[in-house]
């Protein structure tokens, strides 16, 4: 895969994940619970940190994208996949439908392989 794809990839899971947030907050101030546990805001505010980690990417600092996707592997991983995981188990009442509980752990599977892809240099630049 081309960086120039991979880094097109990865904008699409920060917009799909915006959107989640965005219709979470939505929900929210509309009187009804969000679609996950996480709060919409600090979510939105997690993305964008994820955005401004692919600016090395765009430049060519090669080295420093792929450390700040290690970086990203371990908070999406854990807090994006692995938490949404357990919570289903333990607590499934968190989330609005099984429907928003698969959008959550879909979307950050997605980033989750292309930050895998990105830090471990699998990408032709």
Do not use: C, D
Not at 8 to 19: E, K, N, P, W
């Amino acid at each position: 895969m081309k960086l120039k794809t991979l880094l097109l990839l990865q904008v699409i899971y920060f917009v799909l994940g915006i959107l989640y947030n965005g219709v979470s907050l939505f929900l929210i101030s509309q009187g009804e619970p969000g679609l996950a546990p996480t709060q919409p805001v600090m979510g939105t505010i997690s993305m964008i940190t994820y955005a401004l980690f692919l600016i090395p990417g765009f430049l060519r600092k090669i080295t420093l994208y792929r450390i700040l996707m290690g970086v990203a592997i371990i908070v999406i991983g854990y807090g994006g996949v692995v938490t949404h995981i357990i919570n289903i188990f333990t607590q499934p009442q968190l989330y609005s439908s099984i429907v928003s509980w698969a959008l959550a752990v879909g979307i950050n599977l997605f980033g989750l392989v292309l930050n895998i892809i990105a830090a471990s240099g699998k990408f032709k630049t």
